[in-house]
């Protein structure tokens, strides 16, 4: 008997790279390309209409974060798959990805080495993170300073994952029309979750959101703009 194979979707917004996991995918005689789409939106309604067995991602797409579309992915299709396929090797994003939903996390950089087992990995139900990342996690982690005191009350974790998703983008030096353009939301919902995270976070103004989040190892305060 001929074993089905597994159907993955594709959503990047670089069509070169897209060819590229498809071409080395294809290759593969146990998994089938169901679709692929460059922005998180298109990425969600053709996981909803296809249902693929797993789904590989980006985490910037240009209407969303990819952590955010797991999310949304997740709750339409819970038992999915779902693989990041990103150049971010930041600790922060790798775990927001997995609380997120994802099982595994590989670099674009050593894609065409690892991406296959990867996906051998997550279809048989367990997670995988790539060898090129797995040492920079630990090496981060462990250089990380014991905290005395947790934040407590209204702290990150008490946030939307909308309203998580906004905070990073502000805190980066994105203005909130720029954050409304990208979210393909108007800018005065952007500014009515920039409200509600300066209340849940007892905030004043844009440099203590900034600290906060670099305090928490949100963003590199270095590349704030």
Same mark, same amino acid.
């Given at each position: ?31 089938? /390309? ?22 590989? /991602? ?157 305090? /928490? ?9």
């Amino acid at each position: 008997m001929v074993k089905q194979k597994k159907s993955i979707l594709i959503v990047d917004d670089h069509p070169l790279f897209r060819e590229g996991l498809k071409s080395m995918l294809e290759r593969d005689r146990r998994f089938a /390309i169901a679709g692929e789409a460059g922005t998180g939106q298109d990425g969600l309604a053709m996981a909803k209409k296809i249902q693929p067995d797993m789904i590989l /991602i980006d985490v910037s797409l240009p209407d969303m974060s990819g952590i955010h579309l797991i999310y949304d992915i997740r709750k339409a299709l819970p038992d999915i798959h779902i693989i990041i396929v990103s150049m971010h090797s930041k600790v922060d994003y790798i775990a927001e990805a997995f609380k997120a939903g994802a099982t595994g996390y590989v670099s674009k950089d050593s894609a065409s080495d690892m991406l296959l087992q990867g996906i051998e990995k997550v279809s048989k139900g367990e997670f995988f993170m790539d060898s090129s990342l797995s040492h920079k996690v630990i090496e981060r982690l462990t250089k990380l300073p014991v905290r005395e005191t947790r934040i407590s009350g209204n702290d990150y974790s008490s946030l939307t994952p909308r309203e998580q998703e906004i905070m990073r983008m502000l805190a980066e030096g994105t203005s909130p029309k720029e954050t409304a353009s990208k979210l393909c939301i108007s800018p005065k919902t952007v500014e009515n979750h920039r409200a509600n995270i300066m209340k849940k976070l007892n905030l004043k103004g844009t440099m203590e959101l900034v600290r906060y989040a670099a305090r /928490i190892g949100l963003i590199d305060i270095d590349l704030w703009k």
